[in-house]
Nanobody, 128 residues
Framework: VQLQASGGGLVQAGGSLRLSCTTS????????SGWFRQAPGKEREFVSA????????NYAGSVKGRFTISRDYAKNTVYLQMNNLKPEDTAVYYC??????????????????????WGQGTLVTVSR
């Protein structure tokens, strides 16, 4: 199973990008997918997650209202639409997924340990 993240790039502050994460290889029915990011010199942090069955979503406070996570069953792809980007959003963005059901989605989806598969990361750079 491989997760392929794409869509990163260089954008000016206030601009938008859409990240995609597609599963290849042995496909599976995801229970949840998430996006995490890691800025230079900082620890990885949670950005957003979605539960595939009902599109229940969760967001970090720093991106709420600006980012939107969604999924496409037919394409087995999860998206992260990022609007009104800020320089502090600059980071490598990683997608993650798991087929395993974990209880308390809202309370657990922000932990990296909840996910079994990870993508390689895509760099987002936001200039001032």
């Amino acid at each position: 199973v491989q997760l392929q993240a794409s869509g990163g790039g260089l954008v000016q502050a206030g601009g938008s990008l859409r990240l995609s994460c597609t599963t290849s290889g042995r496909t599976f029915s995801s229970y949840a997918s998430g996006w995490f990011r890691q800025a230079p010199g900082k620890e990885r942090e949670f950005v957003s997650a979605i539960r595939w069955s009902d599109s229940n979503t969760n967001y970090a406070g720093s991106v709420k209202g600006r980012f939107t996570i969604s999924r496409d069953y037919a394409k087995n792809t999860v998206y992260l639409q990022m609007n009104n980007l800020k320089p502090e959003d600059t980071a490598v963005y990683y997608c993650a997924a798991t087929p395993k059901i974990f209880p308390n989605f809202s309370g657990r989806c922000n932990y990296g340990s909840s996910y079994d598969y990870w993508g390689q990361g895509t760099l987002v750079t936001v200039s001032r």
